[in-house]
């Protein structure tokens, strides 16, 4: 333990963001970050728990408490207190490749399973071990590490994400050789196209792209599998490939008037602006752009918040963001949302933060639903009109949400994006290679195992379990790539 009572001694600190009147303004990352002094006061707090759940990561009532990759929490805090450092660096590389994507833009399900938590403030576990990896390159000490000898096995990963670099980097430490194929022009999937700059800047992403080519990985961009490349022919001539390519089907928004100009699906309007962005700092015009518009965002997800975002530096008119769940409270509910849940409470999130700050008020509107988009003689979004509804449970124990009459509202607006979700994977892979799916559609592999129903394919990430965090990405592909080295050589050391 670092000090035994030191989360009594100590107040819960986190790095300062930029102002929001100011950050607007960029699209570089909005966090600040910690002097060391006050990093190692902050690992003090950690109590070392005889039962810790932070780093336990399991599903829980529909969410997910403590560290999905087993983070060795309470070591590395002791560590940084301690000054450690490289060690702590240690310690965090053994169960996450890439700490420094998850502590930027993972919503710490750590932190909300801390002990510390149950009485007062949690430990500042995610600012802790985004200092740990970049004192880590500071430092010099994240360098390529190629494996000292080759198996001759090749393995096909089909994409890119937080899921295909973590089975990639798994599977390259354990000697064999690796092909990762992307079918968008960079590499990082949702890192590089689905986060704005703002919350992962991109040269973050192709640092670590960078060392995983040294060590021995190859990357091929611009390639569709099941399009540019049939799927079984990497079947074929690969001794085994792992489907990481995510669960990128949007939900379907099928409401009167949801064809008009201007109603947009929320993916595409942020994958337009960042490559523009990535491309010309949006010099080329080749994106959506919310400049002088009413913009609806309908969705209160982070997709959704990530839009409010990318409006706002486009220079909007006005943004809301539209969500069917209630306002949360200020504080966790004992009986719905119990200890170690994530707590669900209400928060500005910097998208929120950001729109507060330009327009006067939290630009979200609760327990809404939008009944259609009505648009002018040309075609164009003009409108949005709108009920507001509760949460019942009907007759069959059903919970549905019902319209509550008199509560109807029009918005202007042209512009819609739509962040609904996802609806699953694309279904040209699994249907090329006659896979089994779930009845969402998921690409069917147990958890643990990941092996599909065709010999020598693997399934993990969101092409397997759906829309889910970047962390349970990054876990998946490590399991993933284990259970892979088990088929190919009997046995592993890969953990």
């Known amino acids: 333990m670092s000090t035994p009572t030191g989360f009594m001694e100590y107040k819960r600190q986190i790095p300062a963001d930029r102002n929001p009147l100011e950050r607007v303004k960029d699209w570089q990352e909005f966090h ?93 576990i995610k600012t802790i071990e985004e200092a740990i990896i970049e004192k880590g390159f500071e430092e010099g000490w994240v360098v390529p590490q190629p494996p000292e000898k080759r198996t001759g096995r090749r393995v096909a990963v089909i994409g890119s994400g937080p899921a295909g670099l973590a089975c990639a980097a798994q599977l390259n430490k354990a000697g064999h050789s690796v092909t990762v194929y992307e079918r968008s022009d960079r590499v990082g999937g949702l890192l590089t196209y689905g986060i704005p700059t703002m919350k992962l800047d991109k040269g973050i992403v192709q640092r670590r792209v960078d060392l995983l080519i040294a060590e021995g990985i190859e990357f091929i961009t611009g390639t569709e599998i099941g399009k540019d490349i049939p799927a079984q022919q990497l079947v074929d001539e690969y001794d085994a490939v792992i ?79 539209f969500g069917t769940h209630d306002k949360a409270p ?34 979200r509107e609760f327990s809404i639903m939008t009944t259609k ?71 069917k592999a147990r958890y643990g195992k990941y092996n599909t129903n065709v010999e020598k394919v693997f399934a993990a990430g969101d092409m397997r379990r759906g829309q889910s965090l970047v962390v349970w990405a990054i876990n998946e592909g490590r399991e993933a790539a284990r259970e892979v080295d088990k088929y190919l050589m009997g046995s592993t050391v890969l953990v």
Not at 79 to 94: D, S, T
Not at 108 to 119: F, Q
Not at 356 to 363: E, L, M, N, R, Y
Request: aromatic share 8%; charged share 20%.
């Open 32 to 124: 600040k970050h910690m002097a060391e002094d006050e990093l190692r006061t902050q690992g003090a707090r950690c109590m070392d728990c005889g039962t810790p759940y932070c780093h336990t990561g399991m599903d829980m009532a529909g969410g997910t408490f403590g560290c999905p990759v087993h983070n060795l929490i309470p070591e590395w805090n002791n560590l940084v207190y301690r000054g450690l450092w490289r060690e702590a660096l240690e310690r965090l590389h053994k169960t996450n490749n890439f700490p420094e994507f998850t502590g930027r833009i993972c919503p710490a399900p750590c932190e909300g399973s801390c002990t510390v938590g149950l009485i007062g403030q949690p430990v500042t």
């Open 243 to 321: 489907l990481c390519g995510g669960a990128t089907k949007p939900r379907e928004f099928n409401i009167e008037g949801s064809e008009l100009n201007g109603v947009v699906y929320a993916m595409d309007f942020l994958n337009g602006s960042i490559k523009s962005f990535l491309d010309s700092n949006l010099e080329d015009g080749n994106y959506l752009s919310a400049q002088d518009k009413n913009v609806i965002v309908i969705g209160g997800g982070d997709t959704g918040s990530d839009c409010v975002a990318t409006s706002v530096r486009h220079g909007c008119s006005t943004v809301t963001q």
């Open 330 to 363: 200020l504080e966790r509910d004992p009986i719905s949302n119990p200890w170690p849940q994530f707590p669900n409470v209400y928060t500005l999130d910097y998208a929120q933060e950001e729109a507060k700050a330009i327009f006067g008020s939290d630009p």
């Open 373 to 443: 988009f009505v648009g002018d003689e040309n075609g164009n979004l003009k409108e949005l009109h709108t009920i507001q509804i509760q949460r019942i449970v009907d007759e069959t124990g059903r919970k549905i949400y019902q319209p509550i009459p008199g509560t109807e509202k029009v918005f202007p607006a042209e512009l819609a994006l739509i962040a609904i979700g996802f609806d699953g994977p694309e279904q040209t892979l699994p249907e090329q290679l006659g896979l089994a799916t779930d009845r969402w559609t998921n690409v």
